[in-house]
């Protein structure tokens, strides 16, 4: 990938035009993207969701030694392991993703591809 010219990794959609070079990479790497830790999830009927209150606790089914997901903006792009920074949280990231993938991850849910497993594992 050429450093001064990113082309879009998206392609061009129906009533959508193909997309345009972006040729200040600057701009695109100080972008603040929001960062989110994917602890787990669930379905929950509303009737449970309504009959929550403080001390409920909501179980999940991820055991506690799992990795966690590491997301941009919504789009999985890798994940990792819980560590304590002093007194707070962090991640060790075991797995991430290509830079295409961050790349796309900045177009949304819409445009990136569906999230995949399918990381490098750093620690090999």
Do not use: W, Y
Request: charged residues 25%.
């Amino acid at each position: 990938m050429d450093a001064s010219t990113v082309h879009a990794a998206r392609t061009a959609g129906p009533g959508r035009p193909p997309a345009e070079p972006c040729t200040n990479i600057g701009r695109l790497l100080a972008l603040q993207v929001p960062v989110i830790v994917k602890l787990a999830s669930r379905k929950m009927r509303m009737g449970e969701v309504m009959r929550l209150s403080p001390g409920t606790i909501i179980e999940f089914e991820k055991s506690a030694s799992e990795p966690l997901d590491l997301l941009v903006n919504n789009v999985v792009i890798g994940g990792g392991d819980v560590v304590k920074v002093g007194e707070n949280f962090g991640l060790r990231i075991s797995r991430i993703g290509r830079p295409q993938q961050m790349i796309l991850a900045l177009g949304g849910e819409d445009d990136a591809p569906p999230p995949t497993d399918e990381f490098p594992d750093t620690n090999a």
